[in-house]
């Protein structure tokens, strides 16, 4: 027969292998939890580069049809003056910057507009248009629009890959510096952010978790913690804060902000403040 | 309390510090294993002041830093040590080695371990809280993110336990028999 006493470290021993167990079990839930929240994120992202890569190259096929069709007219044209050729370039023209607006806001790419533009106004004001002054200006259209489609899908896979966020730094005197729609790519955490935008000095500790780092000074001012009372102690510390919009208001971080994954749209405080124990 | 067994007392606190302070794995420790020992031999009450004090002390002194609020929760689990060392004192047989005792210590290291982890982490999942996180999911995620360091401290617990408890012991019970040849010796000289 099995002694009283041994059943109990039996029974104990067994507590301990549960608990454990348990834990362990939790530990992955949430793990699998985070991945599939991860997962569903870069899905979406590449949802949305797939959709807007289609979206760019219905858009292109439409353009090009159009080029093609002018430029078999002007291939097979079998007259001396291109004239009669303009008035379907102004069109494509016109139909390329309808479908191309937010890429003629940049710079460069509105100067090659307007120099098409300018170009395209000067040979119809000459009246009679040779084939070499026709084929000159369809191949600049050309150029440009083959030049705004690559673009265009350049940006549409970038704006699906980066995260716009917007952090503070509050340095607990009235100071609050902000820094409106950063740009980072996705995968960043707030202190990977943090570096690019102030100049910190940091610790690590390995048995932190999750995350391991604690910051020490950003821009200067230095985190203080006064010991030397042992019933009491004192200092100020860089806390960190995500703002939470469906409850408006500041969280303060859960894990260290080497963990914390940025959103697109997220909004990040760092506080400089004080504290005490007890 | 009389000077001898509050000279031994200072003298384990001391060590127990020294090693509680020294760089070290995360989670391996021997507070509990001598606060359990303490109260073992001296009663549940030492026990309990033992661990509390030497937890109090690594809270600010701590090579990973201040303890902050979880300092209340490491006393508090530290308390429960030496307490289990003297309700165990009561049902204790005759120290004597075997395979099967150092199984029931080593046994008694990883719950120590256990309740100690259950209650620290109660302690970060409170901090969560107050946070901002919700309870439920603050605690989980506490308990859930601490069993890795409850693996690393139940298996150190286990080791230590199983391993020293019957030498230390045995160590402490002859001094304890020594003492009172001592005290003989030292009224020659005073």
Same mark, same amino acid.
């Given at each position: ?278 | ?12 606190? $001391?060590?127990?510090? =020294? #090693? ?9 420790? *021997?507070? %509990?294993?001598?606060? /359990? ?6 009663? $549940?009450?030492?026990? =309990? #002041? ?9 809270? *600010?002194? %701590?090579?990973?830093? /201040?303890?902050?609020?979880n300092i209340p929760f490491q006393i508090a689990g530290m308390i429960i040590a030496g307490v289990l060392g003297g309700v165990y004192r009561r049902f204790t047989r005759d120290l004597s080695f075997s395979a099967s005792f150092s199984l029931e210590t080593a046994v008694l290291g990883a719950i120590i371990a256990l309740i100690y982890d259950l209650i620290t982490n109660l ?68």
């Amino acid at each position: 027969m099995v002694e009283k006493r041994t059943f109990v470290f039996v029974i104990l021993a067994t507590i301990v292998w549960a608990s454990l167990a348990s834990a362990f079990a939790g530990y992955y839930y949430l793990q699998n939890m985070n991945n599939s929240e991860q997962l569903n994120s870069a899905q979406s992202s590449l949802n949305k580069v797939a959709s807007n890569y289609s979206q760019a190259a219905d858009k292109y096929d439409l353009l090009l049809s159009e080029y093609a069709l002018l430029d078999g007219n002007y291939s097979y044209f079998m007259g001396s003056n291109y004239a009669i050729l303009m008035p379907p370039l102004r069109s494509l023209i016109a139909n390329f910057a309808k479908n191309y607006t937010s890429l003629l806001t940049q710079e460069d790419m509105n100067k090659s507009y307007q120099q098409l533009l300018s170009d395209h106004a000067t040979l119809l004001q000459k009246g009679n248009i040779t084939r070499g002054d026709f084929g000159s200006l369809l191949s600049e259209y050309y150029n440009l629009f083959n030049l705004s489609a690559i673009r265009e899908l350049g940006l549409s896979i970038s704006k699906s890959t980066t995260l716009s966020v917007n952090v503070v730094i509050d340095y607990g005197n009235g100071t609050a510096e902000w820094h409106n729609e950063t740009i980072v790519t996705s995968g960043y955490t707030l202190f990977r952010l943090t570096q690019e935008i102030a100049v910190i000095e940091s610790s690590y500790f390995a048995y932190l978790e999750p995350g391991h780092i604690r910051i020490d000074s950003i821009n200067g001012k230095t985190t203080t913690a006064n010991y030397t009372n042992p019933s009491y102690s004192w200092g100020y510390s860089w806390i960190w804060y995500y703002w939470n919009d469906n409850d408006k208001r500041w969280v303060s971080g859960p894990v260290g902000c080497d963990a914390w994954l940025l959103k697109d749209g997220g909004i990040y405080k760092w506080n400089y403040e004080y504290w005490h124990f007890p | 309390m009389s000077t001898r067994k509050l000279a031994f007392l200072i003298i384990l606190t $001391a060590l127990c510090l =020294a #090693l509680q302070i020294v760089p070290r794995p995360p989670n391996v420790e *021997f507070t %509990s294993f001598f606060s /359990f020992i303490m109260g073992l031999t001296e009663g $549940a009450v030492v026990g =309990a #002041l033992f661990g509390s004090f030497v937890m109090l002390t690594n809270g *600010f002194l %701590s090579p990973y830093g /201040f303890g902050g609020l979880n300092i209340p929760f490491q006393i508090a689990g530290m308390i429960i040590a030496g307490v289990l060392g003297g309700v165990y004192r009561r049902f204790t047989r005759d120290l004597s080695f075997s395979a099967s005792f150092s199984l029931e210590t080593a046994v008694l290291g990883a719950i120590i371990a256990l309740i100690y982890d259950l209650i620290t982490n109660l302690g970060y999942g409170l901090q969560l809280i107050l946070a901002g996180e919700g309870a439920a999911l603050a605690l989980f995620t506490a308990m859930a993110y601490g069993s890795f360091f409850s693996l690393m401290h139940i298996v150190s617990n286990t080791v230590i336990f199983g391993v020293l408890f019957l030498p230390i012991t045995n160590a402490l019970n002859s001094l304890k028999v020594g003492e009172s040849l001592w005290s003989k010796k030292e009224r020659l000289y005073s």
